[in-house]
Structure formats: C-alpha cells, structure tokens
C-alpha cells in the first residue's frame, strides 16, 4: 500500500496553481490561498496516495510543469 498525503481541493482539481507544502505532513500539500487559511474545513482537502500527488504536481505545478 502506497503511503498518502492531503490536497486542498484546488489541487487536486488540478488547478494550475503554486503547490506550498502542508504544516503536518511532508506528504500534504496546499495551494496559497488555502495555506492562509489556518481553519481549513475537512471537505476542502483530498485524501489521495502519493503516486498520485507526484502525477497531480509533475502536470499542475508551475515549478515541476515547466
């Protein structure tokens, strides 16, 4: 079984967007304007392994899509 991460809704939908690092896990990953958002609520993050984080950032993150 592959490990997991948390994606705020943004990027998992694949919206073009920076990809920050999330506070808890070196697997979690958020977009600026929900890394702002200390309150984010349970239905604004996706549950997704890290396979496919790597596929979602290797498409949609400026800094690897390039």
Do not use: Y
């Not at 690092?21 to 984010?40: I, Q, S, T």
């Not at 604004?44 to 984080?53: A, E, F, P, Y």
């Amino acid at each position: 079984m592959a490990p997991w991460g948390l994606v705020c809704f943004h990027l998992a939908a694949g919206e073009p967007r920076e990809w920050l690092p999330g506070p808890e896990c070196e697997n979690d990953w958020l977009c600026p304007a929900c890394a702002a958002n200390p309150e984010l609520a349970d239905d604004s993050l996706k549950l997704l392994c890290v396979h496919c984080i790597q596929t979602l950032r290797k498409q949609f993150d400026p800094k690897l899509s390039g």
